[in-house]
């Protein structure tokens, strides 16, 4: 236990060119216990669908999850990627031990770290990463356009940004009705405008001048009643 929490300290150190404590006495941000749970069939697709949008199979280089949380997601994406690094980046430090073991029972120790980190002032370096991507976090965020310019700066020159809520859009139309089916039984349904959301999007992105960005509204055939959620992709112009 206590070599797993100091080798997370020290690769959150070396990982970053801002030096940041990997741990902190901040409060917890709250997310729903027990909603991961209902979710667990989101991930394996969503990481399927980054991987192949951004052609990451191949790609070596830095990939960071924006609260991550138990970090599920990275699993999967270290599962179909060869050569990246991922990296968790939560507020909520008190996650990262069962995100590390988590790694480690999957196999992936080495390719994977954790740091503290407030979306709103990331603790990376200028264009240190090939690749942000988080789900499920950025309604939690406390200053929406503060946190889209961090991305934008620790994002590399040609890299890429994908950033929501919700599903994507290759999962099974039935898998995400029943999830939503039974976060309502565990008395969690997310209650959000989804067009008001994209509006909000829309924004910070034009008072940001990110260019080419994409919302991307999940709309499968035939799933009106289901909401796939929101998310937005963008790429940092390669000249910058
Ligand atoms: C609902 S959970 C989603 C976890 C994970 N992304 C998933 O899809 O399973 C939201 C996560 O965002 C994190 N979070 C909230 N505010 C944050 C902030 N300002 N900066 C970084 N992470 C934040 C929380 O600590 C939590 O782990």
């Known amino acids: 236990m206590r070599s797993v929490a100091l080798r997370l300290f020290v690769i959150g150190i070396l990982l970053s060119a ?9 409060p917890p941000a709250k997310h729903p216990r027990g909603a991961s749970s209902a979710l667990e069939p989101v991930y394996a697709p969503l990481a399927e669908q980054i991987v192949s949008d951004f052609q990451l199979t191949e790609k070596n280089g830095i990939g960071i999850d924006l609260g991550s949380g138990p970090g599920n997601l990275i699993v999967e994406l270290c599962r179909r990627t060869k050569h990246m690094h991922w990296i968790n980046a939560d507020i909520d430090s008190s996650v990262f031990l069962g995100f590390m073991n988590k790694a480690h029972e999957a196999g992936f120790d080495g390719r994977v770290s954790a740091m503290h980190a407030d979306a709103t002032a990331l603790p990376f370096r200028d264009s240190y990463a090939d690749i942000i991507v988080s789900r499920g976090s950025f309604q939690f965020w406390d200053d929406l356009r503060a946190a889209f310019a961090e991305i934008y700066r ?6 890429a940004a994908f950033i929501g809520r919700g599903f994507p859009d290759n999962l099974p139309l039935e898998l995400a009705a029943k999830i939503r089916e039974r976060q309502r039984e565990g008395g969690f349904v997310p209650e959000y405008d989804v067009d008001e959301t994209a509006r909000q999007l829309k924004d910070m992105a034009e008072s ?5 960005y994409k919302i991307r509204i999940p709309k499968p055939a035939g799933g009106d009643g289901v909401n796939y959620g929101i998310w937005i992709e963008f790429h940092k112009s390669a000249s910058k």
Do not use: C, D, M
């Not at 801002?18 to 901040?26: I, Y």
């Not at 620790?154 to 890299?159: E, R, W």
């Not at 940001?208 to 080419?212: F, P, Q, V």
């Open 154 to 159: 620790v994002l590399k020159p040609g890299g």
């Open 18 to 26: 801002k030096p940041a404590l990997a741990f902190s006495q901040e």
């Open 208 to 212: 940001l001048k990110i260019a080419g």
